[in-house]
């Protein structure tokens, strides 16, 4: 995971805010999916509950984590959306890093979910929400190689 890792220096946290160490052996081999969001994105709101769903259902057997990263206004708002997600996240108080995420990775809106390979830190999918919402709502083909 040194790869991505470097994007985030320590500030991703689990949902009890303890710091994430990417080279802990459990997250070997994973595909890490990085959701750009926000509470105040309609589009989002009507997105997450769906990539709840398909996080707890393949999470496991497709070995998949995700860090949210939020384009939300404030920090109240920000920690409200959240309670909603199970995975991991990154701190809200590095809106410089985010910032350099979304220019890095071309995020142009939101939501967006890009898929990379954990280990080497490659991008294998850049628009996973439309294989979610319509190309393969089960998840059958995870993870989606070039899309």
Known sequence: MTSLAKFFDGNVHNK???K???SDQKYKGKTIG???SAHWCPPC???TPKLVEFYKTHRKDKNFE???IS???DERTFDDYYKEMPWLKMDFKERKKREKLLKVFKVTGIPALILFDGDTGNIICTN???QIQYRDKKGENF???SC
Do not use: T
């Open 71 to 73: 384009s939300d206004q």
């Open 16 to 18: 009890i805010n303890k």
């Open 34 to 36: 990085l959701y750009f």
């Open 20 to 22: 994430i160490d990417f």
């Open 45 to 47: 709101r009507a997105f």
């Open 143 to 145: 993870p989606w190689k």
């Open 66 to 68: 995700i860090i949210y």
């Open 128 to 130: 996973a929400i439309e």
